[in-house]
Every structure is written in C-alpha cells, then in structure tokens.
C-alpha cells in the first residue's frame, strides 16, 4: 500500500515528507522530477510513474504535487483516491490548501496524516470522525488550548467509529436546524465551427450544509429521477430505497458534504445557456490579425446569465492582442498565451462584444483556436 | 531553561501561541537559521540542547513546543535522531499530544535507535491493557510499527490479544499490525495466519476490510481462508468502508476465478465476436447464450456480482473501477455492459482518475467494443484536456471505430488535426490511418483526406501524414501512381528525417510505377547525402540498391556513389549496411568474375512483396494483467502482483463455501434462536432460578403452530386461522382478523357479569374448551366456585370482569408472537394458593438481558374453567382445569394449568394419576401429584404443568384412576395463555416495534357495535382474553399490549 508520501511545490522542493513504513529516502523523487521536466505543463506528468524500485502516484491538486510512492501492487486509483481525499480533508480543515498553510499547520497535518493512514492502508478519512479525533484549529482554540492546557487532540474514540454510520457524529446540538443544498450543474459541450453541437453533457452535483441535531433521517425526492443517467452517492445514502423508489433516504454527516452527483449524458437533449458568434482571422494583413466575438444568450427559461468567462488559448505565435470590449476586461498573458475575457453578466439588449487586432510574430501559421467557455 | 529569544527565531511556523512573537516574514528567517539547515554547528547543537531541555521540564506546554518542533524537523525530512533518549522519555506523558507526537516520533526513527527504543516498550504493554479503546489501539499501532525485531514475540502476544478483543476498533488495529510484523518477520507467518483466520471470521464491517487487506499483504495463496466467509463478505461488503470493499472486490475476483467455472464457456471467441458487423445482431446472440447459460452460473458467484452492483454507484473512484474490474474478468458477457455506464461518468472526476480509468477503458474497447459505443461522444477530445489525457480518448475512439460510426469519428479526428498540440495533432493523423486500414469502406476518404494534409503548411502534420500515407499505401498495393508523385515532389520541401525517409521507402518499394522520378529523387538525395539523418541515408541506400536492380541502366553508377559515400559514413550502422549492399549488388568486386549466388538472388531479397503493417492498439497486449491493477497500468508485472488464475474447467466443490447454519439463523433472527437457546438451558436448572415458567404459558397455546414458527412468521397463516375461526361463534367466524373480536366483546359489553360469563362461556365452548361444571352443567357455580377456593390470591378485579373467552382472531396475536423471543418469564401469583414462584430470580435474570422490560405480573387471571373430564365418562371424576398465568414450577417452558378434581360420583376414588403421556413433538407434562383418594362430592386441587412446544394443538395424555381405569383426556390450550405479560416504557415498546415492523404486522379496523365506556373496560377485556402486559400511554386513544417480549396489540379506535 502507500508507503510514504511527498508533498511538492511548483519549484520542485519536497517541502514535507511522511513514512508510514521505513523511511525512503526522497532522492526517489528525482524521477519524479525528471518527468516533470520533460512534461509541458503540470498537467500532462503521468500520475503513475514507475522506478525500478518504487512505484510514484501522483497528482497535482492546488498547485502541489502530492507523491505517494508505493513499493509493491496496488490499483492506482485506490492510491489516486485516497490522496485526494487528503487534499479534501485539508481544505475542510483549514477552509484552503496551500503550501503555505500546509506549512503552518504541520503539525495538525501530520497528526491527520498519522490518522488517516496506518501501515499504509487508510483507516479514518470521514471528516466527521477525524474532526472529533483532531480538532480543527482556529484561533478561539489556540488562544483556550494555551491557556487551559488542553489539546486539539481527542483522547476517546470518536463515537461514530464503530456504529454503522461513520460518517456522522453522535451529540450533535444546534439551536437552529438547519439544512441548505446546492444544486450545481456543469454543462460540459463541444460546439463545431459552424456552432452546431457535436456533443453536450450535463454533470450535477448536490451539495449539502446540514446543520440538524441528533440522528435525522432526512429523504429527498427527485420530480423526475428518470433524467438523470448515472448517480453516484456519499456512502450514507441507502442504496436500496434509491433502486426501489428513486428517493434519497439518509442520515447526513455533520456539515458539509456532497451527496450526490450525477450525468446527464449525451441521450437526452442539453440546453446550452450561451452562443458564441466569432470571426477570428489571424494573419490577414502582413503580420496582424482580427478578433470579434459577440456572446448572446440561448435557452436561458428567463434566468439571466452571470460570471460568464471567455478564454481563448492562442496559438504560439501570438505577441499580443489590442482588443476594445464594450463590457467586462479582457486580459492576455503573453506567456501561457491565455486570452481571458471577464464577461460578467449577459444583457440581453446589449450583447457583450469584443473585438481588436492581433499581433503575431512573423512565424508559424495559426489555425483558428479552439475557444473554451466557462459559464457559472 | 528556555529562552524566548532563541525559540522566536527558530520556530518552525508553528501555529503554537508560541510564535506569536514571530515576525511574519518568518518564512526567510526560518531557512536560514533553522536548527537542521547545516553550517551552523555550534549553534545547531545549542538549539538542539534547547530542545532538550524544554523536553526535560515538566511543563506540558514546554514539552509540546518542542515536540512540535521537532516534528517540523521531521515533517522536511530533517535529520532529528539525536534527540532520541530526551523524546523517548515523554512517552509516558499524560498530555495526551505530547504522546502521540512523541509516537509520531517513535515510529519514524526507532528503526535507527533500536536499543532505546526498546525503553518506550513497557509503556505500549501497560497501555495494550488501558480501558480506553483508543488507548488500546493507537499502542498497538505504535508497538507494530516499530520495526525493531527484538520485539517481535512481544507483537505477537500483543496482536493475538488485540485479536480477541471487545472493541472493534483494536482488532482492525491488530488487522493492521498483522502484515507490519509479517514484514518484519517472515517466520512468523503461519502463527499470524491464525490470528488471521479468526479476524476474517469477524462480522463486523469495521474490522473485515483491513482483515482481508491483511490477508492480501501476508497469504494470498491461502484462498482456502475465505471459503467459510465469502457469503458473509458479499453480504457485508456494501456496509464496509470504500477502502475496504476495494481490496475485497479484488480479492474477490482472484477467487471467483479460481472457484467458478467460465461463465462465459459456450461463446465464441470474443475477437471473432468484435469482427462481426452489427452489435445489435452481438447482443441477440448474447441474450440467447444467456438464456442458455444463466442456470449454470454458481448461486454463489451470482450472489458475488450482486452485491457488488450497488457500488457501482459509490462516489470513490477506486471502488466504481474494482467493481468494473471484477464484472470485466468474471461475469457473464451480456452483465458487462452494466458498468459502462459508471466508468462514463468517472470521466468528469479528476484528471488523474481520468487518465487511469481512460487507460482501463482503452484496454477494455479493444476486446468489448459493444460495451462503450454508445458513449462515444463521451470520449471526444475537449480542448482543455491535458495531453496524455487527449492520447487516451483518441486511442479508444479509434478502437471502438465501426462502420457506422467511422463518419462521426473521422469529422471528429479532422477538427483535431487543426489543434496546436503538435503530439495530440500527430496522434490524431495517425487514428485515422488506424481507422482507414481497419474500416475497409472508408480507406479512400481517408487516404484523400491524408493526402490533403500533405499541402498543410505545418510541417509536423505533413511528416506525420506522409508517414501514414505510407503505410496505408502498403495494405493497399492498387496504384496509387498520383498519391506517390506528390509525395515524391515533397522531398524538396519536407525536412523531417521520418518522413523523408518514408518517402524514399515508398519510391523504391514501387519505383516502376514512377520509373522517371525515382531516378531523378534519387539523383538529388545523392547530392545531399552527407548532410542527411541517419535514417534518411539508410533509406537513401535503400532507394538505391533497389533501383540498380530494376533500372541499372539509369542508375547503377548512382548507387556506387551512394555507396562509396557510405562506406566513409561516420556511423558504423551505415557503414556495414553500405558493405553489405555493396556485396551482393557488385559481388564484382571480388576477382572471382561471375555473379555469385547472391547477387543471382538480389531482386528476389529486394523486391520481395512486404506484408503490409497492421495498426494495432497498444492496449491489445494488457489482458494478462487485473483490469484496474497497477501492473495494468504499467504493463509490466509490479512487485507482488497477484496472477489472476484462468477459470477452472470444473468448479471446486461449492460446498466449501456452506457454513453451519446455526451462526446463519442466529444474523438472520438472532431474536428467535435466542429464545430457544434460552428456552432450552432454562428448562435444566430451575432448581436455581425459579424461572421455569418462562416458556410454559407462552407454549401451552400453540401446538399446531409449533412447527412452523419461523417460516410461518411472515405469512400469518390466515388458513389455520380460519379453521379455528369456523369453531367459534357466528359472530366472528365469517369475520377476520381481529374484527370479530371486538365485535364479539362489545357485544356481550351491556350484558350483566353473570349472564355474561355464561354467554361467553357457551359461545366459546368449542374453542376454549370450557367444560362444564357439575353433573346438571351449571355454569353459573363455575366463577364463584373457583374463587372460593383460591380468594386468597384472586384479585378483586377478576370478580367484576367479564369473562371474554379467546378468539380465534387471537391466534393471529399468537404468530406475531412466535415471532419473538421468549425471553421474559413473568411470575404472577399463583392462583393455585400453593407454589406460588418466586418472581425476583428470574426476573434478575431476564433484566440483565433485557433491562428494560421488566416481567409483570398477569393483570388479570380470568377465571374461566374447561372441562378436561366429563363425568359420566368417568364413572363420576369430573376433571376442570384453568390456566393460572403464572409460570410452571418444573419448567420455564411449561404453562400451569390448575386442576380442579371433583367426585360426582358414589365412590370414593382412588390413586388418580397421569397415566400415558405423549413424548412427541417436544411436548411434555409435568403430573400432578397424584391423589390418594377422593371422597364422593368433595373437590381437590392439583396443579400440571403443560410444556406445548409452541403449538396450539390439545395434548393428549391419560388419567389413571385406581388400577385398571384409563381415560384418555385432551387438554386444549387458548392462544392467549401461551403468552406472557411484561411491562416496558412506551419508548422502548415504539422501539422494539419498529424493529419488528415488516415481519408480521396485522391491522385491522374494530368498529365496536356500541363503544366502550372507557378505555379501562376495553383493556380488562383485552386482559381477559390473553396475558398481556399494558403499556403506560400518552396517547390516550392507543392501547399497546406487550407480550411475553415486546410483540403488541395495538389496538386503536
């Protein structure tokens, strides 16, 4: 199983390293590195990369890479899994994850990865469980701790360790009830030049903050579950009732949590929010090129269009754009080569345009860029 | 001792209010004066004596500053061991971080200090006996990952103990530590074994993940371990943690590989099956062989697949692949497709889930291609995705390409040729060569389309064109004489090596079908040789040899050159293959004059026709390996990879996997069996505890229930009722369920007592086995003349109540009790005056079972007498008897029922006894003390104790009278005195019935024809029809009963 584990910053410094076994000695990392450098972009390291000796699953989570070397056969994912479900439980703890608050925090990050793992195979990774065995810290409670002695760190076994929901706490208190979900879709479409859709897919999600006291057995039913084409659950929804009577039946964990997702594949018909009309003509005249796009809304059901952000990876050759929008900003960076245009909200009578001339180094020639949006 | 100054400068951005102090740039400072960076020897030995001497006070907070830093130290791999001895001290601390920083500690340098650490072992040996269950366990954690072989023996004991623990949680801990001391120490494996055995034994969720893991690390081979447990696993594995179903599912799929047989047997070749047009005509097929074939799939490896289906919907990654892997290797072909479905959507998931469940589908479509096609446009490229992630999909859409899908791929694949990724751009030249020479029809769009891509103004898509157009044109030696001039005319332009070099390829390979270029390219190519790749120079030597042996005229001096150029190549690679050439071309050379052999041959070795290339998917070589494993991915054998066995011809005996059926019934209904594991150990001492009434009122009911208790609980076999319905009165014969009951009570309500009790005593003589009292039937003597014996027990209620003989509805009550466990033996006065039991005893046994429900005592004894023994059959004997609701004294299992021997005749009778008793069907009969004598017009009392096994039939028995009378007599039993009062909260009551929900639940609706009173009268009623306990109540318009456990009568109106 995962036999340790490397914590990596974008400057390639192993800034913290934890053994579960005997202690491997990080120069295993430089053939981490020398797959990173041959790589483009953080992006494109494999997250498997095997040594002679050892085995490095990787991945790249808020700009850190987080190495877990493995000496013997494990499914990868399982690996894959479990390390993101580190990063989870951090950015849970300390509301982000970064380099420096993993810094800051070391000691609590030790002690979670001390509980988390055992001989390398997990052991606790609920949040619910974890927090009531290592207290998150905040500054109340460091102020108390020093004063009181105390210790962020629980000398009882979290209750919900050994009942059959070990996701949820037992004791749990609130004067006001309370329970808030998020529905989030993300409509995910490839649209062709001519702006036909050549494939569109919805991924949801259901986010929950459940703040309810005691043990609540909370259902949830759906107007029509028969849209949805794949489900995936937290554990703590009962498989059962969802197979009989499509009705979410569960006992939530304590705050937040996501309850579902699900996939609302290419079968059923996607409303796109948004259309594109772009003319985008690179190299016309000697070295210049012309940008105009118009963003118009589209099968909105009457709701208004927010945050909507248009990025245009450009080609190589491209040195810099003068563009005029007549709403939102637009930035480029000349190095990755990222046009971002911040839209902000669509309005329907004034529909958001930018257009302006491209410079282009004398060079290679371009073909028309693949234009990415991201609507939220 | 411990000075602020130095700490400040030195702390580790520790989050202590320690470094309040701290400036915030600390980040700088920190590198440069941290106490491990080196450079600073002098002053890293006094931070390091600091450290050791705030370890060394007594403060807790001193001694977690420093432990806090040290494990800072630790966290950047610094080195921190020669702090060993003051750290190792502090593991007895009480401060409950300190200890499990100081373990922290322990566990990462103990390896290097075994001596000393070796002092800590004392304190995780007292702490393995800590009350505290987290205690126990983290000091098993810490103690096995120790890896100090001294200690061996001791983890050994430790574990075995841990093992055999209360609490769950320490044996997962000693799951745990079973493969960190198997690493440690190999001899120690079949003794781990062991303790394995009985960890994998375990029922609990919590435990069985990490013993199987366990089993993975230390005896894979020993598959024989999980035989007795595989149906327990399956059934557990949905409750389980996502780690542990992980490593389950694939242990799973090793054994179902080696224990069932190929369900897959009878089918054709799955390669041939991919080659055929149509999938739809696939899964006919399919469908048909899976008629054919479903009988034949082990119930077991049924079972397998089906409770790991769910988890298909989990959302861990991991675990959604090893069900996907599991239905890959070992399901029938026409299941596979279910779990296509979820690898879709783990596509949205990250990208490094992406890129491995990508690579698992990749490896999939070459063999399945049916499985994934209707997801084709999940698999199309999206320009955010990284590179390798874009390779993957481009790979699979080529491999899931068919006839009638190729269209929508290829206008795909075109759109991809204009992207900039110049990898991804190659990949997707090549796709769609694979694509033309796998799908026939569409070789010439493709070949055109390639062609064009010949004028793109990139140069990479022009090389990696030209190279596919190469290998295309070789699957297809029709004349392509167009496509080859305009590729030889790109020689002048194309600068990339590979597609040079495929170029001249092509010109020599079919030179007499351009017999006037190949001449002229090779001319030029001549010219630039020197400055040529290696690979083009080779091809160059190629071109030319080839082209001495069609046209020598043109060419022959050309090749020498090319040749002769060569042979002074700086590569030795050229150098040889320009003597070898040169060697069979123009054995010449040599003086020996004539042609040799060779050169005879060379058009032969030259101008052979050359199998064309067959494009396959590099994924095609991965089926050796577990779907999902690391070796997969890798494809290379990884260190410990478990081999997945081939299907066994004949499936080992399925037997092997039967447990006893005793550890069944008792998960399935532990409340049953737990009755009558109690009913039976009762029965043997109640010398001790006075509690051998427990079962006996409940038994004496039911005799024709006995049998069929546990499979009858569900259907409450409305047949039997009837029956017994049919003896009752009109009124509620035609009725059912409980309707008639009511009916009949509130019927014989406004009646006055006496009248009542005859009422209902007629009515009720067939079913409850009233017997009439004396010679003229006087059925009214009957009440008063039992309680004039037994005044000193009876309570006043039960001259007031009405007398309400069962009903046969209340054999439905009785299923519902059958149902439960016996478990509460109630002690009620005994209205026989004599033997009364004593209650406390075995009330203290039950409440430690059940503390609480408490056993109470009969409400209401009713004071209804049967006939048992007519006296004109009997020469004057009249026999009555009741039952008394109180427990019998012999047996717990026995009801008591009370006697009354009456002479009516002349004669004094003598030495009346049980004659014959039954012995079958597990009935039994506790005799009555057998009377002496009985002088004519007197009455005695005797008491017997009727053991009715749970069944509602009469027991048969004898009564002797004198030497040589026998009377065979039957002895019925109403269903409400097999059963038992007991009284609990309403809250526990609600509980214990929502747990029983679902197993038997009757409801009717009682529309009482003029309604009680009072709800007091409607409970005494109720009472006096069965032995039930009441329910203290909130809700004033419910009644609960409780019977001898917590079965009820709700009864509302």
Aim: with cysteine; glycine share 4%; net charge negative.
């Amino acid at each position: 199983m995962i036999h340790s584990l490397f914590i990596i910053n974008p400057s390639g410094d192993v800034f913290m390293e934890k053994h579960w076994k005997s202690v491997i000695s990080r120069s295993v990392c430089d053939y981490f590195f020398d797959h990173q450098r041959k790589a483009s972009s953080p992006e494109d390291i494999p997250p498997v990369i095997a040594t002679p000796h050892h085995y490095l699953i990787s991945v790249y989570r808020s700009s850190m890479f987080f190495v877990a070397v493995c000496t013997t056969e494990v499914a990868p994912l399982f690996v894959v899994e479990f390390l993101h479900r580190v990063v989870d439980t951090f950015e849970d703890y300390f509301s982000e994850c970064t380099e420096s608050i993993i810094k800051e925090h070391y000691v609590v990050v030790y002690e979670l990865l001390d509980e988390m793992l055992d001989n390398g195979f997990p052991l606790a990774t609920e949040s619910n469980i974890l927090k009531e065995l290592i207290k998150p810290p905040n500054i109340l409670r460091t102020i108390a701790n020093t004063v009181t002695g105390k210790s962020n760190v629980s000398s009882t076994l979290p209750s919900g360790q050994l009942s059959n929901i070990p996701w949820r706490r037992t004791g749990v208190k609130y004067t006001n009830n309370e329970a808030y979900f998020d529905m989030i879709e993300e409509v995910d479409a490839i649209i062709d030049k001519s702006g036909s859709t050549v494939c569109a897919e919805i991924q949801g999600y259901i986010d929950c903050c459940i703040k309810l006291s005691g043990m609540p057995d909370l259902s949830l039913s759906f107007v029509n579950p028969r849209l949805f084409d794949d489900v995936s659950f937290h554990p703590c929804v009962r498989f059962k009732r969802w197979e009989s009577e499509r009705v979410l039946s569960f006992i939530p964990p304590d705050g937040n949590f996501r309850l579902m997702s699900y996939h609302i594949g290419s079968q059923s018909i996607v409303a796109i929010p948004v259309y594109v009309r772009h003319s985008l003509c690179l190299r016309e005249s000697g070295s210049g090129g012309r940008l105009d796009i118009t963003l118009g809304p589209k099968q909105t059901l009457g709701r208004t269009i927010e945050n909507v952000v248009l990025e245009i990876p450009m080609p190589k050759s491209v040195l810099n754009c003068g563009l005029v929008t007549n709403q939102g900003k637009y930035t480029f960076d000349p190095v990755s080569k990222l046009l971002v245009w911040e839209v902000g909200r669509i309005d329907v009578t004034k529909l958001p345009n930018i257009r302006g001339t491209i410079s282009l180094q004398s060079g290679s020639p371009p073909v028309e860029a693949n234009p990415s949006i991201n609507v939220s | 001792m411990y000075a602020p100054g130095v700490n400040s400068s030195t702390t580790l951005s520790s989050s202590s209010s320690y470094n309040n102090d701290r400036p915030p740039s600390a980040e700088a400072v920190e590198v440069a004066t941290d106490p491990a960076s080196g450079g600073f020897f002098n002053s890293d030995y006094k931070k390091h004596d600091d450290l050791k001497q705030m370890l060394d006070s007594n403060k807790d907070n001193l001694k977690l500053e420093a432990m806090k830093r040290i494990i800072g130290m630790v966290a950047k791999g610094r080195e921190a061991s020669d702090l060993f001895p003051a750290v190792v001290k502090n593991v007895v601390s009480k401060n409950i971080e300190v200890k499990k920083l100081v373990y922290v500690y322990l566990v990462r340098y103990a390896e290097e200090q075994q001596d000393l650490a070796l002092l800590s072992i004392s304190t995780f040996q007292r702490a393995l006996k800590d009350p505290n269950q987290l205690i126990r366990a983290s000091a098993l954690r810490v103690l096995s990952s120790i890896r100090v072989t001294m200690i061996v023996p001791i983890v050994m004991l430790a574990i075995k103990d841990a093992a055999a623990d209360m609490s769950p949680y320490v044996r997962k801990t000693a799951a745990h530590a079973i493969p960190k001391l198997y690493s440690l120490d190999q001899d120690q494996k079949e003794e781990l074994i062991q303790v394995l055995e009985k960890l994998l034994y375990d029922k609990t969720t919590l435990v069985v993940g990490s013993a199987v893991m366990a089993f993975e690390e230390v005896c894979p081979e020993r598959i024989d371990l999980i035989h007795k447990n595989f149906r327990k696993l399956c059934s557990l594995l949905v409750d389980v943690d996502e780690w542990g179903q992980v490593v389950i599912i694939n242990m799973l799929t090793r054994y179902a590989r080696s224990q069932f047989t190929d369900p897959n047997l009878q089918d054709v070749d799955e390669d041939e099956e991919s080659k055929r047009p149509f999938y739809e005509d696939e899964n006919e097929v399919d469908e048909e062989q899976q008629e054919k074939r479903a009988p034949t799939l082990d119930p077991d490896h049924r079972l397998l697949l089906r409770s790991a289906k769910p988890l298909l919907q989990s959302r861990n990654a991991a675990v959604v692949l090893s069900v996907a892997q599991l239905y890959h290797h070992t399901a029938p072909r026409s299941e596979v497709h279910q779990v296509a479905k979820a690898m879709i959507r783990l596509l949205r998931s990250h990208r490094e889930v992406q890129d491995i469940v990508l690579t698992s589908i990749a490896a999939t479509a070459t063999r399945r291609k049916v499985m994934f096609e209707p997801f084709l446009k999940s698999f199309f490229v999206r320009s955010s995705d990284a590179t390798h992630i874009k390779l993957l999909k481009l790979e699979i859409l080529t491999s899931l390409a068919t006839e009638s899908s190729v269209g929508i791929i290829l206008r795909e694949l075109q759109t991809y040729v204009a992207a900039h990724d110049p990898p991804f751009v190659a990949a997707a030249i090549q796709a769609i060569g694979r694509c033309a020479s796998n799908i026939k029809e569409v070789t010439d769009t493709c070949l055109n389309g390639l062609v064009s891509l010949l004028s793109n103004k990139d140069q990479a898509v022009v090389a990696e064109s030209v190279v596919v157009i190469k290998k295309l044109l070789q699957t297809q030696p029709s004349a392509h004489r167009e496509i080859i001039i305009q590729m030889a005319k790109l020689v002048d332009s194309v600068t990339v090596p590979q597609a040079r070099a495929s170029i001249l390829w092509l010109l020599g390979e079919y030179s007499e079908r351009v017999p006037k270029i190949a001449p002229d390219v090779l001319r030029k190519m001549a010219k630039t040789f020197t400055s040529e790749e290696d690979i083009v120079k080779l091809q160059v030597m190629t071109l030319a040899v080839k082209l001495c042996l069609t046209n020598p005229k043109q060419t022959k001096l050309l090749c020498q050159y090319v040749l002769q150029l060569a042979k002074y190549d700086q590569n030795y690679d050229l150098r040889d293959r320009a003597r070898f050439l040169r060697h069979i071309i123009f054995p010449a050379d040599a003086e020996s004059g004539g042609p040799t052999r060779l050169s005879k041959q060379a058009k032969k070795i030259f101008l052979a026709p050359k199998p064309a290339p067959v494009p396959e998917s590099h994924f095609k070589d991965r089926e050796q390996f577990q779907l999902g494993s690391l070796s997969h991915y890798i494809n290379t054998k990884a260190n410990g990879y478990q081999e997945l066995p081939p299907f066994p011809l004949e499936a080992p005996d399925p037997k092997a996997r039967d447990v006893e059926t005793e550890p069944q019934v008792m998960e399935q209904a532990p409340l049953f069996t737990a009755k009558k594991v109690s009913s039976k150990k009762d029965s043997k001492f109640y010398s001790d505890t006075e509690s051998p009434e427990d079962e006996s009122e409940e038994d004496e009911n039911s005799s024709d229930e006995d049998d069929d208790d546990d499979e009858e609980e569900e259907d409450s076999s409305s047949d039997k009722d009837e029956e017994e319905d049919d003896n009752e009165d009109e009124e509620s014969s035609g009725l059912e369920e409980k309707l008639p009951k009511k009916v009949v009570k509130s019927n014989a309500k406004p009646k006055s007592d006496e009248e009542e009790e005859e009422d209902e005593s007629d009515e009720d003589d067939s079913s409850s086995e009233s017997v009439s009292d004396s010679d003229s039937e006087d059925e009214s003597s009957e009440p008063s003349s039992v309680p004039k014996k037994q005044t000193r027990n009876a309570k006043p209620a039960k001259e007031s109540t009405p007398v309400v003989k069962p009903k046969s509805n209340l054999d439905l009550l009785l299923d519902l009790d059958d149902v439960s466990p016996a478990f509460t033996p109630i002690m009620t006065p005994s209205l026989g005056g004599f033997l009364t039991p004593m209650s406390t005893p075995s009330s203290q046994v039950k409440t430690q079972l059940f503390p609480d429900i408490q056993p109470a005592s009969a409400v209401i004894s009713p004071n209804t007498t049967s006939e048992l023994l007519n006296k004109i059959n009997s020469s004057g004997l009249e026999i009555k008897y009741r039952f008394t609701r109180s427990p019998h004294l012999y047996s717990p299992s026995m009801a008591s029922a009370e006697l009354t021997f009456h002479n009516h005749g002349p004669d004094e009778l003598t030495d009346i006894r049980v004659g014959e008793k039954p012995t079958s069907g597990g009935v039994s009969i506790h005799d009555f003390a057998p009377i002496p004598s009985l002088s004519p017009g007197s009455s005695l009392m005797g008491t017997i104790g009727v053991d009715f096994a749970d069944s509602t039939q009469p027991v048969n028995f004898e009564i002797k009278i004198g030497s040589d009378r026998t009377y065979p007599v039957a002895l019925k039993v109403p269903v409400g005195e097999v059963i038992r009062a007991v009284t609990m909260s309403e809250e526990l009551f609600l509980k214990q019935q929502g747990g029983l929900r679902g197993m038997n639940e009757n409801t009717a609706k009682l529309s009482l024809t003029k309604p009680c009173s009072d709800l007091k009268s409607l409970t005494n009623k109720i009472l006096t029809v069965a032995n039930l306990g009441v329910i203290p109540n909130s809700d004033s318009s419910t009644l609960r009963f409780v019977l001898n456990t917590c079965v009820n009568l709700p009864v509302e109106y």
